[in-house]
């Protein structure tokens, strides 16, 4: 019991030391995006393996899909982008937040547009 509990901490040991020796060679800016590109592949194969192995039913499914792209989207935002409330990223989130909202005109608008059209083709 002793030499395997021996052999599993220099194995750790190993491991922890490997792990710092890379975290001593990458800066903060290299880290940030190795650690938000795992995370972004991380949030991909999630969706894909349930929807691959049908693991939960289809609302659920769906639920999870949903909430791993938003996730991603806010990785992309943090990791990529560097979108944090500092003060030097506000005029970033200023127009970040401008665009979504031109989005939202225009998205809604055209389906607005659509259904109107609809209707008015059926009667």
Do not use: D
Request: charged share 10%.
């Amino acid at each position: 019991m002793g030499l395997y509990f021996y052999f599993y901490l220099f194995k750790w040991g190993n491991l922890m030391r490997k792990y710092f020796e890379l975290k001593c060679y990458f800066n903060e800016k290299v880290q940030s995006y190795i650690f938000g590109f795992l995370l972004s592949i991380f949030l991909t194969i999630i969706p894909f393996f349930i929807e691959k192995n049908h693991i939960f039913s289809y609302e659920i499914n769906r639920l999870i899909i949903l909430l791993c792209a938003f996730f991603q989207i806010i990785v992309h935002f943090v990791y990529f982008l560097h979108l944090n409330n500092t003060s030097k990223n506000y005029w970033y989130l200023i127009s970040l937040l401008f665009v979504l909202i031109i989005m939202f005109i225009v998205i809604s608008g055209s389906i607005w547009i659509m259904f109107n059209l609809q209707h008015h083709t059926m009667v």
